[in-house]
């Protein structure tokens, strides 16, 4: 099978389950028939220019079926992602280019007022009877018909504009053909493990390519059952996978855990899961989700963009990312003079000693993979693509054996005392800490020059910040660095995050300690001892800032 629109209407008299959601269950046929519809439709919808339909709905079952209906039809899918809001979520409407718009009546709500710039007869409000009265103008035999057509949907036929999490700056559309998605599935299905009686879970959403590269095209490729959280939700999280039945899963940022702050119960274990696939969980959090929910968590590295991925094989250390898949010519480079980094060298306890040196950005440096480009964005396109390597706009580095780390965003660089350090290891160290649900790590201004280290903290659901013991576990932990140690320490009830679960820094960093979150900080390095920041240190720290001109 060579398109999306083959994988689906080669399940056209499949009986078997094809979706579960709490609304219902649907088998493959009746999928496909429902995606067929909405495929007519939006060929009768769709006029001169990019034929670009813009989903603006949670993971219900009309989104699936729109992604069916546009690989019908050959059209293009847009992601919108419904946290954006006002004249961010309308610009990201407008870049794309849609035609119709497809949403529900909160999402109408949202693009109330707003220049989108999709006329108000293409704006489809699922659930209203206008929607219903356009899907049941649709006869059988047009459903019919373009079902027949589907295998002469070409390959290279644009079918998802996927925008990035926009955790380092705005979000970029990341183009994806029919040709692209269905090798994922079929790479992914066995990649993965995915088999027939799978019932594939989808707690991430499905605007996001998480969602669509793990989970729902490799499981389309062998049939398996899809099942819809309209929205993910840790503490709903075992229900669902009882309720359901569900095997296996897809995850991506901080969603293990999320699951894993939840209260813990004594039959966590009792559930069908077999393992899931996902990325950027600890290796403390993989250990745990294990021994509580019995199931294997598999990491990968890779972006939606594909230019490069990087996978866990035997041997792999604990704490790397892997080798790269497939033989990819990937390297750690100085982003700056694309030299290549010196591979790291570590401790008897595992410290890195020459991260200054080691960490710099991956590169694919054979190629630029099956990244097909941004949409509308030639300067960005240019930029991931420099010299003809495939940027990841990730940091990392590599030791003597090939193995790969991963070490921050991009922007995560911190210059303490003279020593340059990502963020990457140091949220490493903390995340292990009992009490930590999740680390955030960035650099906020010294008051002389450089940078100083500040760590917002999410704790677990019982836990309270005792600074005492804050300090004397740091002082225990072998592996961290001499200049990693927070100076500051904000305590915080919920970090600023995107819909997939990765924490965004762009808030925490302007805002430093000027916040309503409780901030404690080590005012002397040669005690110390952590105390809570009050109103006059702020203004100390600021009067400082300006005296020598940092402010």
């Given at each position: 099978?060579?398109?999306?629109?083959?994988?689906?209407?080669?399940?056209?008299?499949?009986?078997?389950?094809?979706?579960?959601?709490?609304?219902?269950?649907?088998?493959?046929?009746?999928?496909?028939?429902?995606?067929?519809?909405?495929?007519a439709l939006a060929a009768g919808l769709l006029g001169e220019g990019p034929p670009h339909i813009g989903?603006?709905?949670?993971?219900?079952?009309?989104?699936?079926?729109?992604?069916?209906?546009?690989?019908?039809?050959?059209?293009?899918?847009?992601?919108?992602?419904?946290?954006?809001?006002?004249?961010?979520?309308?610009?990201?409407?407008?870049?794309?280019?849609?035609?119709?718009?497809?949403?529900?009546?909160?999402?109408?709500?949202?693009?109330?007022?707003?220049?989108?710039?999709?006329?108000?007869?293409?704006?489809?409000?699922?659930?209203?009877?206008?929607?219903?009265?356009?899907?049941?103008?649709?006869?059988?035999?047009?459903?019919?018909?373009?079902?027949?057509?589907?295998?002469?949907?070409?390959?290279?036929?644009?079918?998802?504009?996927?925008?990035?999490?926009?955790?380092?700056?705005?979000?970029?559309?990341?183009?994806?053909?029919?040709?692209?998605?269905?090798?994922?599935?079929?790479?992914?299905?066995?990649?993965?493990?995915?088999?027939?009686?799978?019932?594939?879970?989808?707690?991430?959403?499905?605007?996001?390519?998480?969602?669509?590269?793990?989970?729902?095209?490799?499981?389309?490729?062998?049939?398996?059952?899809?099942?819809?959280?309209?929205?993910?939700?840790?503490?709903?999280?075992?229900?669902?996978?009882?309720?359901?039945?569900?095997?296996?899963?897809?995850?991506?940022?901080?969603?293990?855990?999320?699951?894993?702050?939840?209260?813990?119960?004594?039959?966590?274990?009792?559930?069908?899961?077999?393992?899931?696939?996902?990325?950027?969980?600890?290796?403390?959090?993989?250990?745990?989700?294990?021994?509580?929910?019995?199931?294997?968590?598999?990491?990968?590295?890779?972006?939606?963009?594909?230019?490069?991925?990087?996978?866990?094989?035997?041997?792999?250390?604990?704490?790397?990312?892997?080798?790269?898949?497939?033989?990819?010519?990937?390297?750690?480079?100085?982003?700056?003079?694309?030299?290549?980094?010196?591979?790291?060298?570590?401790?008897?306890?595992?410290?890195?000693?020459?991260?200054?040196?080691?960490?710099?950005?991956?590169?694919?440096?054979?190629?630029?993979?099956?990244?097909?480009?941004?949409?509308?964005?030639?300067?960005?396109?240019?930029?991931?693509?420099?010299?003809?390597?495939?940027?990841?706009?990730?940091?990392?580095?590599?030791?003597?054996?090939?193995?790969?780390?991963?070490?921050?965003?991009?922007?995560?660089?911190?210059?303490?005392?003279?020593?340059?350090?990502?963020?990457?290891?140091?949220?490493?160290?903390?995340?292990?800490?009992?009490?930590?649900?999740?680390?955030?790590?960035?650099?906020?201004?010294?008051?002389?020059?450089?940078?100083?280290?500040?760590?917002?903290?999410?704790?677990?659901?019982?836990?309270?910040?005792?600074?005492?013991?804050?300090?004397?576990?740091?002082?225990?932990?072998?592996?961290?660095?001499?200049?990693?140690?927070?100076?500051?320490?904000?305590?915080?009830?919920?970090?600023?995050?995107?819909?997939?679960?990765?924490?965004?820094?762009?808030?925490?960093?302007?805002?430093?300690?000027?916040?309503?979150?409780?901030?404690?900080?080590?005012?002397?390095?040669?005690?110390?001892?952590?105390?809570?920041?009050?109103?006059?240190?702020?203004?100390?720290l600021d009067e400082e800032l300006e005296a020598n001109g940092r402010a």
């Amino acid at each position: 099978m060579s398109t999306v629109a083959q994988l689906l209407a080669a399940r056209s008299g499949d009986d078997h389950p094809g979706l579960l959601d709490p609304t219902g269950t649907w088998s493959w046929r009746e999928v496909v028939l429902a995606s067929a519809r909405r495929g007519a439709l939006a060929a009768g919808l769709l006029g001169e220019g990019p034929p670009h339909i813009g989903v603006l709905l949670p993971n219900v079952p009309e989104y699936l079926w729109w992604l069916g209906g546009a690989a019908f039809a050959g059209a293009t899918v847009v992601g919108v992602n419904p946290t954006r809001r006002g004249q961010a979520l309308a610009a990201d409407i407008r870049a794309t280019d849609c035609q119709v718009l497809v949403t529900d009546a909160e999402g109408a709500e949202l693009l109330r007022g707003l220049d989108h710039g999709v006329n108000a007869d293409r704006v489809l409000e699922v659930g209203s009877e206008a929607y219903g009265k356009l899907l049941g103008s649709i006869g059988d035999d047009e459903a019919t018909g373009i079902l027949d057509r589907a295998s002469e949907v070409p390959g290279d036929s644009l079918y998802l504009l996927l925008f990035t999490s926009g955790t380092t700056g705005t979000p970029k559309a990341v183009r994806c053909t029919q040709g692209r998605l269905a090798t994922i599935g079929k790479t992914a299905a066995p990649g993965y493990g995915y088999h027939r009686d799978d019932v594939s879970y989808c707690p991430m959403p499905l605007f996001h390519g998480n969602a669509l590269m793990a989970l729902w095209a490799p499981s389309l490729h062998v049939g398996a059952t899809l099942a819809l959280r309209p929205r993910f939700s840790a503490s709903a999280f075992i229900d669902d996978v009882r309720r359901y039945r569900a095997t296996t899963f897809s995850y991506v940022g901080k969603a293990i855990a999320y699951i894993l702050a939840t209260p813990e119960r004594p039959d966590d274990g009792d559930n069908t899961l077999e393992r899931a696939f996902g990325t950027e969980a600890s290796l403390r959090d993989r250990g745990e989700f294990e021994r509580r929910f019995h199931c294997r968590l598999v990491e990968g590295y890779g972006q939606s963009e594909g230019g490069s991925a990087i996978a866990v094989v035997p041997g792999t250390p604990a704490g790397a990312l892997g080798r790269p898949v497939g033989g990819a010519e990937l390297a750690v480079v100085d982003p700056v003079t694309t030299a290549e980094s010196p591979r790291a060298v570590f401790d008897g306890a595992g410290k890195l000693l020459n991260g200054d040196e080691a960490i710099g950005e991956i590169v694919n440096r054979g190629s630029t993979g099956s990244f097909e480009g941004y949409y509308g964005n030639p300067d960005a396109e240019a930029d991931r693509t420099r010299n003809g390597w495939y940027w990841t706009g990730d940091l990392g580095y590599r030791d003597e054996e090939g193995f790969f780390y991963f070490a921050g965003r991009r922007g995560d660089w911190l210059r303490v005392d003279s020593e340059n350090f990502a963020a990457g290891p140091v949220e490493a160290v903390l995340g292990r800490h009992p009490d930590v649900a999740v680390a955030a790590v960035y650099p906020v201004p010294d008051t002389v020059s450089g940078d100083q280290v500040m760590a917002a903290l999410e704790l677990r659901h019982d836990a309270e910040f005792d600074p005492e013991r804050f300090n004397a576990w740091l002082d225990e932990q072998a592996d961290l660095g001499t200049k990693w140690a927070p100076r500051y320490v904000r305590i915080t009830p919920s970090l600023p995050q995107t819909a997939t679960g990765k924490v965004t820094k762009t808030t925490l960093r302007t805002e430093t300690w000027h916040c309503h979150d409780p901030v404690w900080w080590r005012p002397d390095a040669r005690a110390p001892q952590y105390r809570r920041l009050d109103d006059a240190d702020r203004r100390r720290l600021d009067e400082e800032l300006e005296a020598n001109g940092r402010a």
